[in-house]
């Protein structure tokens, strides 16, 4: 499993970033798939995921600015970023994992084995 972040930056506070997620080696459309996010001094926390059927979850702080999405036949993963936050500021990280047929894809770390190396977005006042 391999998987490359992309599209982070510098922003002013109300800007819009688009993260991508590059994925090979297994068979993305059978995973569920997630963005984390880690501050310095803080823990990894997840922002949003996106189940094998496209329906998706968010952590509270995000929902309304934030979009995931996904393309199976390009086997991307997209974070749209609207509107935002200097708190927005962290590393962001893919995750990918093959959740049992019954289980939703969660915003829980510890239930993801696969990750990224992180793209840093920082967004200014």
């Known amino acids: 499993v391999q998987l490359l972040e992309s599209g982070g930056g510098s922003v002013q506070a109300g800007g819009s970033l688009r993260l991508s997620c590059e994925a090979s080696g297994f068979p993305f459309s059978s995973y569920c798939m997630a963005w984390f996010r880690q501050a310095p001094g803080k823990e990894r926390e997840g922002v949003a995921a996106?189940?094998?059927?496209?329906?998706?979850i968010y952590v509270d702080s995000v929902k309304g600015r934030f979009t995931i999405s996904k393309d199976n036949a390009a086997n991307t993963l997209y974070l749209q970023m609207n509107s935002l936050k200097p708190e927005d500021t962290a590393m962001y990280y893919c995750a990918a994992d093959l959740f049992p047929p019954t289980v939703p894809a969660g915003l829980l770390v510890s239930e993801y084995a696969n990750w990224g190396q992180g793209t840093q977005v920082t967004v200014s006042s």
């Open positions: 996106i189940d094998r059927d496209g329906s998706t």
